[in-house]
């Protein structure tokens, strides 16, 4: 069987597209002006067709797909360095902007990537052959976060993912971990700085960073440190 699909993307323009890509070390393999503007970008076994659109708004944009590797540790890793050298820094908020890799509830370790066409792609790994999401924890924090990250990145629903975290933090009778206050908070700062809320943002990642760990629990967080440390570039 030789069939593969491709997934046919919108953009307002063409050229910062491919000016994204291409620092993700996409190659340019077709680009038509007009009649209609198009082209064709790959990497490896990856290729993404986009398309022009006149009176289209990237912020507003559901497109989507989902691309599966057997490296998303590697991939992220490359993609990260590739838009550090090209912006000056990781974009983490905004169009384009560079999720956190995360591993999830459906056993999937992935990130979310959304280029300047508004185009958000999943990219992930699979860690488990059962694709149902595992049922909250029952622990107040953990749950908490669970919820949060669901409403983050499944449901792109930052603000309801805010009022989770700040709902749970204002509990004064338990108290979270030093590892589920760090993940608590640097979570908080990545969908405050989405929301535009630059104050709490700042305020949350200086929080994160003051929280002391032991090198085991810094190893176990590892990819919420890594977060930290764009987050506050």
Do not use: W
Request: charged share 30%.
């Amino acid at each position: 069987m030789g069939e593969k699909t491709v997934p046919i993307l919108p953009c307002r323009t063409i050229q910062p597209v491919l000016d994204f890509y291409g620092a993700l070390g996409f190659e340019v393999t077709f680009q038509q002006k007009s009649p209609n503007p198009y082209a064709v970008v790959g990497r490896g076994g990856i290729q993404l067709h986009f398309f022009g659109m006149k009176g289209y708004e990237p912020a507003e944009s559901y497109s989507t797909c989902y691309i599966e590797t057997d490296d998303v540790d590697g991939l992220h890793e490359t993609f990260r360095a590739g838009l550090k050298a090209a912006y000056g820094r990781v974009p983490t908020r905004g169009l384009p902007r560079l999720g956190a890799l995360k591993d999830t509830s459906h056993g999937v370790r992935q990130f979310l990537m959304t280029d300047p066409g508004g185009n958000c792609l999943r990219i992930g790994q699979r860690t488990s052959q059962d694709p149902h999401h595992r049922p909250a924890p029952k622990e107040t924090f953990l749950r908490a976060l669970h919820h949060a990250a669901l409403l983050a990145d499944s449901r792109d629903d930052p603000e309801g993912a805010a009022k989770v975290i700040d709902r749970v933090l204002r509990i004064e009778d338990e108290r979270p971990t030093p590892v589920q206050l760090l993940r608590l908070l640097v979570l908080r700062a990545d969908v405050a700085g989405r929301l535009g809320d630059e104050e709490t943002a700042t305020s949350a990642c200086a929080r994160a960073a003051a929280v002391r760990l032991t090198a085991g629990e810094r190893e176990s967080v590892r990819d919420d440190l890594e977060r930290l440390e764009e987050l506050r570039d």
